[in-house]
């Protein structure tokens, strides 16, 4: 796995988290990362719009889309 997909599985694990706590999980994990990694993995799967940050917390982006697809599929007009 690369480390993006490290730290998704970790978010997954957690669902809210601090830098702390995510880099306790990968160290337990077998895949220490240093700070800088692990903060430039965070802020690249942020701007990716995968991961949210709120006042040094992260966990996971809800899902876009979903109401769109059922609504197109189901059709939402009368």
Same mark, same amino acid.
């Given at each position: 796995?690369? =480390? /993006?997909?490290? @730290?998704? =599985?970790?978010? &997954?694990?957690?669902? !809210?988290?601090? !830098?702390? &706590?995510?880099? =306790? $999980?990968? %160290?337990?994990?077998?895949? *220490?990362?240093? /700070?800088?990694?692990?903060? %430039?993995?965070? #802020?690249?799967? @942020?701007?990716?719009?995968? @991961?949210? &940050?709120?006042?040094?917390? $992260? =966990?996971?982006? *809800? #899902? #876009?889309? %979903?109401?769109?697809?059922? %609504?197109?599929?189901?059709?939402?007009? *009368?």
């Amino acid at each position: 796995m690369d =480390r /993006k997909a490290w @730290v998704m =599985r970790a978010l &997954e694990a957690l669902r !809210f988290a601090t !830098f702390q &706590e995510i880099q =306790r $999980y990968l %160290d337990e994990e077998g895949e *220490p990362f240093s /700070k800088k990694e692990l903060l %430039d993995t965070l #802020k690249a799967l @942020v701007q990716e719009g995968r @991961v949210e &940050e709120k006042e040094g917390t $992260y =966990r996971l982006a *809800p #899902k #876009k889309g %979903d109401k769109a697809a059922f %609504d197109k599929l189901f059709g939402s007009e *009368p």
